[in-house]
């Protein structure tokens, strides 16, 4: 049985047609589908995408969105991946079921490591977004302690390695405007958000019905808002 050919598309927005990005292709057998493949993240300059090629041994890898050689950022561990994101700081931060939280990786190359532990079996950090200036990171806390599922989303400052509780919801992510987007049951919620101190301020409300969900919420929001 022939394998699948995987490949990423950019398409502008004033443009209709998608162009396939030079680099990116991989063979996936069919049996095993995607594993990591839709996991991409755009570098702050808007000139790079991060990707995971499970083509082979797993590894992340960078190429120029006009195409080329691809890179090898790092050699990971297989796993299920839920989320990775590429910060101002130079960094990559990820997450794959064979870590116990959320890995962190210098862009220019390395070994990943550790940044957050997950507490227990009954736990996962996900979808992990950095916020706008790059001191800390929002992530969703997945936990299912007595078989029922519940998500929150948390903060995590870089500075002083402390982490809290921010709301109940998934996939988040922080605009340079000031405001925390994630999602509850296919629906996205928007709060005021103070970027100074990671606070919310005031009441959620929500902004768009009929998200789809598959692994985390598709959505994604300019840095012009």
Not at 73 to 99: C, H, K, R, S
């Amino acid at each position: 049985e022939s394998s699948l050919l995987f490949r990423f598309y950019e398409r502008k927005l004033d443009e209709f047609a998608a162009v396939p990005i030079r680099g990116t292709e991989q063979k996936i057998e069919p049996m095993l589908g995607s594993n990591g493949q839709a996991n991409v993240a755009l570098s702050p300059d808007g000139e790079w995408i991060a990707f995971v090629d499970s083509s082979g041994e797993s590894k992340i890898r960078k190429v120029r969105l006009a195409g080329g050689q691809p890179v090898t950022v790092a050699d990971i561990e297989t796993g299920l991946f839920q989320g990775m994101t590429w910060g101002p700081n130079g960094t990559l931060v990820f997450t794959n079921n064979a870590y116990p939280g959320l890995m962190q990786v210098d862009d220019s190359g390395g070994v990943p490591v550790a940044i957050t532990s997950e507490a227990t079996d009954h736990e996962r950090h996900v979808h992990p977004y950095f916020m706008p200036d790059g001191s800390g990171l929002l992530y969703t806390r997945r936990m299912w302690p007595d078989g029922v599922l519940n998500h929150h989303v948390l903060v995590h400052s870089f500075e002083t390695g402390e982490e809290g509780v921010l709301i109940e919801g998934a996939s988040p992510q922080a605009t340079p405007g000031g405001h925390l987007l994630f999602s509850r049951e296919w629906v996205l919620w928007a709060a005021a958000f103070d970027l100074a101190t990671s606070e919310i301020r005031g009441d959620p409300v929500p902004v768009l019905e009929g998200v789809q969900v598959h692994n985390r919420a598709n959505y994604s929001v300019s840095a012009n808002g």
